[in-house]
Antibody, heavy 121, light 107 residues
């Protein structure tokens, strides 16, 4: 069964850091690009970041550029999101999602259940 | 960035009725458009990609059409499990962008 399981979400104070992880199983992880997509409470979906199969191609939403860093470890079938300088507006459910192809330029065909990040003092 | 605008925000329909959801892009995205369904408390699920191709396991009552800047998702006969929020997403350009969603509710 194809599965993505996110972890690492927490309540954190503004300006602090947090690292999210996503463990993949059921498919050949290093064949595919991966994404992080977030959803603020009661709001729609916002693409956050994407990474190609070989980590060569990486992109970020303007709202997180310079603060968030995406990475992956193909040996561990995992993708990560390092979030620094967190703001209240980063409060959201963060989804890990698999791209249909090896570059992060397409659509997401598998989604995890998400991990919750709350930024508050 | 490309702005995706969905309409209506909420669609009230009865089971068995036809539902038509619209998505407009601020510039052409060719056919690089996907539709997702999200039920309360669940992750989004891919319905349609390439504007009109159903994803694996998606019932034939779901169909997508359009190209360029105007797109439509049609549910031919609403079933109880179809009442949810639907999002369009363009993947023509980075950043990929989503519409704000259309909620399909029971009338």
């Amino acid at each position: 069964e194809v599965q993505l399981v996110e972890s690492g979400g927490d309540l954190v104070q503004p300006a602090r850091s947090l690292r999210l992880s996503c463990a993949a199983s059921g498919f050949t992880f290093d064949d595919y690009a991966m994404h992080w997509v977030r959803q603020a409470p009661g709001k729609g979906l916002e693409w956050v970041s994407g990474i190609s199969w070989n980590s060569v191609s990486i992109g970020y939403a303007d709202s997180v550029k310079g603060r968030f860093t995406i990475s992956r470890d193909n040996a561990k079938n995992s993708v990560f999101l390092q979030m620094n300088s967190l703001r209240a507006e980063d409060t959201a459910l963060y989804y890990c999602a698999k791209d249909k192809y090896s570059s992060p330029n397409y659509y997401m065909d598998v989604w995890g259940k998400g991990t919750t990040v709350i930024v508050s003092s | 960035e490309i702005v995706m605008t969905q309409s209506p925000a909420t669609l009230s329909e009865s089971p068995g009725e036809r539902a038509t959801l619209s998505c407009r892009a601020s510039q052409s995205v060719s056919s690089d458009l996907a539709w997702y369904q999200q039920k309360p408390g669940q992750a989004p699920r891919l319905l349609i990609f390439g504007a009109s191709t159903r994803a694996t396991g998606i019932p034939a009552r779901f169909s997508g059409s359009g190209s360029g800047t105007e797109f439509t998702l049609t549910i031919s006969s609403l079933q109880s499990e179809d009442f949810a929020v639907y999002y369009c997403q363009q993947y023509k350009n980075w950043p990929q962008t989503f519409g704000q969603g259309t909620k399909v509710e029971i009338k």
